[in-house]
C-alpha cells in the first residue's frame, strides 16, 4: 500500500471538515467540544470510505452523480441558516450533537467516492490495507478539524453576528465549491 498516497488523500479529504471546524471553533463552547468535533469529523471521514469501497462498481455511478449536489445542499441551506439567524438580537449557535452529525456527514460525501477508487489509487486492495487507508484518513482529519477548531475559537472574541455571519459564509462556500469542483 502507498501510505503517502493515503495521506496525501486524507489531507485532501479533510481541508472541508478542517474549515467547517473553524466555523464550530468559532461558536464553540469548551474544549470538549473541539474533541466532539474532531472525533465526528474523522469518523464519518474514516467510514464513508468503507461504504465506497462496499459499493464498490456496482453504485459508482449513482453515487457520484448527485454526490457534489447533496454536499452543496446541505451546506449551503446550513450557511444560510446561520447567517439569517446570526441576524437575531439573541443570537448563539448550538453545534449539538445532530448539527455536527449534519456536517461532518455533508463533508464527507466525497469520501465516498473516494472510497471507490481506494483499491487502486493507494493499493488498498485487501481488507486490511483498506483498514489501514481509512485509519489514516480519519486520524489526518482528526488532526486537522482539532486544529481548525481551536483557529476558530481564537476568533471568538469576535460578536457572536459577525461569528455567524462569516461562519455561514464559509459553510455556503464550502457547499459551492463542491457543487462545481
Do not use: H
Amino acid at each position: 500500500m502507498d501510505y503517502v498516497s493515503a495521506a496525501i488523500i486524507g489531507i485532501a479529504l479533510a481541508m472541508d471538515a478542517m474549515a467547517v471546524s473553524i466555523t464550530c471553533g468559532m461558536n464553540g463552547k469548551n474544549k470538549g467540544s473541539a474533541f466532539l468535533t474532531a472525533f465526528l469529523f474523522g469518523v464519518f471521514q474514516a467510514l464513508m470510505p468503507v461504504l465506497g469501497w462496499s459499493i464498490g462498481k456496482v453504485g459508482s455511478n449513482i453515487i457520484s452523480s448527485f454526490d457534489n449536489i447533496t454536499a452543496f445542499a446541505i451546506l449551503f441551506f446550513l450557511g444560510v441558516k446561520m447567517i439569517i439567524d446570526s441576524r437575531k438580537q439573541d443570537y448563539s449557535i448550538e453545534f449539538g450533537v445532530k448539527n455536527l452529525i449534519i456536517l461532518a456527514a455533508a463533508t464527507s460525501i466525497d469520501a465516498l467516492v473516494s472510497g471507490i477508487t481506494l483499491p487502486t489509487s493507494v493499493g488498498a486492495n485487501t481488507p486490511l490495507y483498506m483498514l489501514e487507508a481509512v485509519v489514516i484518513i480519519g486520524m489526518i482529519t482528526f488532526m486537522l478539524s482539532l486544529s481548525g477548531y481551536f483557529i476558530g475559537s481564537r476568533f471568538k472574541r469576535a460578536r457572536p453576528v459577525y461569528a455567524g455571519f462569516t461562519g455561514g459564509i464559509i459553510l455556503m462556500l464550502i457547499g459551492i465549491k463542491t457543487l462545481f469542483f
